[in-house]
Protein backbone atom coordinates (compact mmCIF):
# COMPACT_ATOMS: atom_id res chain seq x y z
CA UNK A 1 0.00 0.00 0.00
CA UNK A 2 1.26 3.53 -0.53
CA UNK A 3 1.96 5.16 2.47
CA UNK A 4 0.55 8.97 2.95
CA UNK A 5 2.60 11.52 3.91
CA UNK A 6 6.15 12.05 3.56
CA UNK A 7 8.33 9.34 4.92
CA UNK A 8 10.64 10.71 7.42
CA UNK A 9 13.65 11.23 5.40
CA UNK A 10 17.02 9.51 5.39
CA UNK A 11 19.77 8.37 3.56
CA UNK A 12 17.79 5.56 1.48
CA UNK A 13 14.81 6.82 0.55
CA UNK A 14 15.83 9.07 -2.61
CA UNK A 15 18.01 6.14 -3.77
CA UNK A 16 14.90 3.86 -3.13
CA UNK A 17 12.92 6.54 -5.36
CA UNK A 18 15.62 6.19 -7.85
CA UNK A 19 15.25 2.55 -8.03
CA UNK A 20 11.59 2.17 -8.95
CA UNK A 21 12.33 5.55 -11.19
CA UNK A 22 14.48 3.24 -13.49
CA UNK A 23 12.58 0.53 -13.21
CA UNK A 24 9.33 3.14 -14.41
CA UNK A 25 11.53 4.49 -17.19
CA UNK A 26 12.97 1.52 -18.56
CA UNK A 27 9.29 -0.25 -18.50
CA UNK A 28 7.50 2.46 -20.34
CA UNK A 29 9.65 5.46 -21.26
CA UNK A 30 9.41 8.98 -20.39
CA UNK A 31 6.17 9.93 -21.30
CA UNK A 32 4.09 7.39 -20.23
CA UNK A 33 5.96 6.99 -16.36
CA UNK A 34 4.10 9.48 -14.06
CA UNK A 35 5.50 10.78 -10.83
CA UNK A 36 2.74 8.62 -8.87
CA UNK A 37 3.64 5.68 -11.28
CA UNK A 38 7.12 6.07 -9.69
CA UNK A 39 5.49 6.91 -6.09
CA UNK A 40 3.47 3.49 -5.69
CA UNK A 41 6.13 1.10 -7.06
CA UNK A 42 8.49 3.12 -4.68
CA UNK A 43 5.75 2.38 -1.86
CA UNK A 44 6.00 6.06 -1.16
CA UNK A 45 3.89 9.10 -1.18
CA UNK A 46 3.71 11.39 -4.82
CA UNK A 47 4.40 14.53 -2.07
CA UNK A 48 8.22 12.78 -1.31
CA UNK A 49 9.37 12.30 -5.12
CA UNK A 50 8.36 15.88 -5.44
CA UNK A 51 10.43 16.64 -2.32
CA UNK A 52 13.52 15.45 -3.90
CA UNK A 53 13.10 15.68 -7.86
CA UNK A 54 10.80 19.01 -8.15
CA UNK A 55 8.91 17.10 -11.07
CA UNK A 56 9.64 14.25 -13.74
CA UNK A 57 12.16 15.72 -15.69
CA UNK A 58 14.65 16.07 -12.79
CA UNK A 59 13.73 12.43 -11.59
CA UNK A 60 14.30 11.56 -15.03
CA UNK A 61 17.82 13.75 -15.20
CA UNK A 62 18.61 12.27 -11.48
CA UNK A 63 17.74 8.43 -12.93
CA UNK A 64 20.84 8.95 -15.62
CA UNK A 65 22.39 11.45 -13.90
CA UNK A 66 21.99 14.15 -16.50
CA UNK A 67 23.66 17.37 -14.93
CA UNK A 68 21.30 19.87 -16.62
CA UNK A 69 17.55 20.04 -18.02
CA UNK A 70 18.10 20.57 -22.00
CA UNK A 71 15.49 23.65 -21.40
CA UNK A 72 17.28 25.14 -18.78
CA UNK A 73 20.16 25.13 -21.19
CA UNK A 74 18.37 26.62 -24.22
CA UNK A 75 16.96 29.79 -21.51
CA UNK A 76 20.18 30.40 -19.84
CA UNK A 77 21.87 30.67 -23.29
CA UNK A 78 19.74 32.71 -25.08
CA UNK A 79 18.43 35.10 -22.22
CA UNK A 80 15.87 37.26 -23.19
CA UNK A 81 17.19 37.70 -26.86
CA UNK A 82 16.34 35.89 -30.33
CA UNK A 83 18.15 32.20 -30.56
CA UNK A 84 21.60 32.09 -30.84
CA UNK A 85 23.27 28.43 -31.46
CA UNK A 86 26.25 30.00 -30.44
CA UNK A 87 25.47 30.05 -27.14
CA UNK A 88 23.61 26.95 -26.91
CA UNK A 89 25.96 25.01 -27.66
CA UNK A 90 28.74 26.32 -25.47
CA UNK A 91 25.90 26.28 -22.94
CA UNK A 92 25.33 22.04 -23.57
CA UNK A 93 28.73 21.30 -23.48
CA UNK A 94 29.76 23.11 -20.17
CA UNK A 95 27.13 21.01 -18.89
CA UNK A 96 29.11 18.00 -19.46
CA UNK A 97 32.33 19.36 -18.25
CA UNK A 98 31.74 20.27 -14.77
CA UNK A 99 33.46 18.26 -11.97
CA UNK A 100 36.24 16.20 -11.09
CA UNK A 101 35.78 13.67 -14.29
CA UNK A 102 34.53 15.98 -16.76
CA UNK A 103 33.06 14.01 -19.87
CA UNK A 104 32.42 10.88 -17.54
CA UNK A 105 28.45 11.59 -17.38
CA UNK A 106 27.93 11.68 -21.04
CA UNK A 107 29.93 9.32 -22.00
CA UNK A 108 28.15 6.41 -19.22
CA UNK A 109 25.02 7.99 -20.91
CA UNK A 110 25.96 6.94 -24.19
CA UNK A 111 26.98 3.64 -23.12
CA UNK A 112 22.83 3.24 -21.27
CA UNK A 113 21.59 4.17 -24.32
CA UNK A 114 23.48 1.63 -26.60
CA UNK A 115 22.92 -0.98 -24.21
CA UNK A 116 19.68 -0.54 -23.68
CA UNK A 117 16.60 0.71 -26.81
CA UNK A 118 14.37 1.21 -23.37
CA UNK A 119 16.78 4.15 -22.37
CA UNK A 120 17.47 5.50 -25.85
CA UNK A 121 13.53 5.02 -26.03
CA UNK A 122 13.44 7.13 -22.76
CA UNK A 123 16.15 10.19 -23.70
CA UNK A 124 14.49 10.42 -27.01
CA UNK A 125 10.83 11.58 -25.65
CA UNK A 126 12.72 13.63 -22.98
CA UNK A 127 14.50 15.70 -25.28
CA UNK A 128 11.09 16.01 -28.06
CA UNK A 129 9.64 17.05 -24.35
CA UNK A 130 12.46 19.32 -23.08
CA UNK A 131 14.33 20.78 -26.32
CA UNK A 132 11.30 23.71 -26.91
CA UNK A 133 13.18 25.04 -29.97
CA UNK A 134 11.73 25.68 -33.20
CA UNK A 135 11.05 28.91 -35.35
CA UNK A 136 8.43 31.39 -36.31
CA UNK A 137 5.03 30.13 -33.94
CA UNK A 138 2.52 29.66 -36.56
CA UNK A 139 4.87 27.11 -38.69
CA UNK A 140 3.38 23.67 -38.55
CA UNK A 141 3.98 21.25 -35.32
CA UNK A 142 5.54 18.77 -37.83
CA UNK A 143 8.32 21.39 -39.03
CA UNK A 144 8.72 22.48 -35.59
CA UNK A 145 10.20 18.59 -34.65
CA UNK A 146 12.17 18.41 -37.74
CA UNK A 147 13.63 21.76 -36.26
CA UNK A 148 14.09 19.67 -32.63
CA UNK A 149 15.21 16.59 -34.11
CA UNK A 150 17.97 18.36 -35.89
CA UNK A 151 19.24 20.69 -33.32
CA UNK A 152 19.33 17.58 -31.04
CA UNK A 153 21.09 15.29 -33.48
CA UNK A 154 23.74 18.37 -33.83
CA UNK A 155 24.16 18.42 -30.02
CA UNK A 156 24.06 14.74 -29.00
CA UNK A 157 26.35 14.32 -32.09
CA UNK A 158 28.82 17.02 -31.12
CA UNK A 159 29.08 15.58 -27.54
CA UNK A 160 29.22 11.87 -28.96
CA UNK A 161 32.28 13.19 -30.71
CA UNK A 162 34.06 14.92 -28.63
CA UNK A 163 33.66 12.44 -25.55
CA UNK A 164 33.36 9.13 -27.27
CA UNK A 165 34.97 9.24 -30.40
CA UNK A 166 37.49 12.30 -29.16
CA UNK A 167 38.01 12.80 -32.61
CA UNK A 168 40.75 15.61 -33.17
CA UNK A 169 40.25 18.59 -33.53
CA UNK A 170 36.63 18.46 -31.87
CA UNK A 171 38.34 16.42 -28.93
CA UNK A 172 40.34 19.10 -27.56
CA UNK A 173 39.45 22.27 -29.23
CA UNK A 174 37.90 24.56 -26.55
CA UNK A 175 34.34 24.90 -25.81
CA UNK A 176 34.04 28.47 -27.28
CA UNK A 177 35.53 27.46 -30.99
CA UNK A 178 33.27 24.52 -31.23
CA UNK A 179 30.44 26.51 -30.39
CA UNK A 180 31.88 29.22 -33.03
CA UNK A 181 32.04 26.50 -35.09
CA UNK A 182 28.38 24.66 -34.93
CA UNK A 183 26.60 27.41 -33.58
CA UNK A 184 25.59 28.94 -37.32
CA UNK A 185 24.27 25.35 -38.08
CA UNK A 186 21.68 25.32 -35.03
CA UNK A 187 20.86 29.09 -35.84
CA UNK A 188 19.73 27.90 -39.09
CA UNK A 189 17.71 24.56 -37.79
CA UNK A 190 16.12 26.39 -35.25
CA UNK A 191 15.21 29.45 -37.13
CA UNK A 192 16.13 29.30 -41.08
CA UNK A 193 13.87 27.92 -43.82
CA UNK A 194 14.54 23.51 -44.32
CA UNK A 195 13.51 22.00 -47.46
CA UNK A 196 10.11 20.19 -47.39
CA UNK A 197 9.98 17.29 -46.39
CA UNK A 198 9.85 14.42 -49.21
CA UNK A 199 6.51 12.15 -49.27
CA UNK A 200 7.29 8.64 -50.24
Known amino acids: MVQTGRRPGNSDTRN ?23 ARRGGVDPALVHHYFTDKAGLFMATLQVPMDPRRVAETAMGDGPFNGERVVEGFLAQWERGP ?27 ADRLALHGPPDEDRALAGRRRSLISSQLVGLAWTRYVVRM ?6 NRAEVARWAGP ?5 ATGPLPPAVVD
Do not use: N, W
Open 16 to 38: EILVAARSCFAEHGYTETSIRAV
Open 185 to 189: TLDRY
Open 101 to 127: KPHTTFVTLAQAMCASPEVADAVREFL
Open 168 to 173: EPLASA
